[in-house]
């Protein structure tokens, strides 16, 4: 433990299981207090309890639907109650489905819109007026590598994770003009090992050994990433190591963009 992000306060979303889950140990154990939110209830407890074995009194947890303006309002409430200040915000939560144009049902767009897109824009609005309280402050919204390059098959999650990243770039110059002295910025992984992965195998006939290389042929590192390879890339964001940064995109790719 090295303290990067001492003394701040970050509220996390999608905190139950994978990305979400490592961002949170990761603020944790580099010093930030955490509140973790999650519509996840019970998956959402047991994360809590184990982050709090190691780093005793550190985080909390509270239910969270990301598409509830209400539910947005009352736990950011709750968070800034409990750490007694907010200056982290990280919007993880997110889901990826449909398929192409024509595939992909009008519900099932709008579906993702909301979890991904639509939060994004909840989180924001009703955390800036608490985090500029607590300044400095950062913000980070995880979008996806498919929020730059677009596939054939997946006009939602495109569509919702490129919002996501102009969302953030134009939070960013609010922040800024306004003087709040809040950062905003967009996280893009490509394939991370997470519980993603196993959604993906019940909608093939591969291995999890089998679906990971075949992924992996598709990135030039030939690897798929691990949950601290994005962790610490929302760590350098959320401390102030990055205090010159705002409005930009890291992309965790393994290279991918660079073709």
Known sequence: MSGRVN??????????????????????KEGAKVVLADINSEK??????????????????????VTSEQEWQDTLAFAE????????????????????????????????????????????KYAIPIMKNYSPGSIVNTSSIAGLIAGHNMVSYNTA????????????????????????????????????????????????????????????LNTIGDPDDVAYAVLYLASDESKFVTGSELKIDGGISAM
């Open 7 to 28: 003394g701040k306060m970050a509220f996390v979303t999608g905190a139950a299981q994978g990305l979400g889950e490592a961002i949170s140990y990761m603020l944790a």
């Open 44 to 65: 959402l407890k047991e994360t809590e309890e184990k982050i709090n074995n190691e780093f005793p009194g550190k985080v909390f947890s509270i239910k969270l639907d």
């Open 81 to 124: 109650e409990k750490m007694s200040g907010l200056n982290i915000l990280v919007n993880n939560a997110g889901i990826g489905e449909g398929s192409s144009i024509e595939e992909t049902d009008y519900e099932i767009f709008q579906k993702v819109m909301k979890v991904d897109t639509d939060s994004v824009f909840l989180g924001c």
């Open 161 to 220: 994770k490129a919002g996501v990243w102009l969302m953030s770039k134009s939070v960013a110059l609010h922040c800024a003009r306004q003087g709040y002295k809040i950062r905003c910025n967009s996280i893009h992984p490509t394939f991370i090992d997470t519980p993603i992965i196993e959604g993906m195998l019940n909608r093939s006939n591969l291995k999890k050994e089998e679906l990971k290389a075949k992924l992996a042929k598709q990135v030039p």
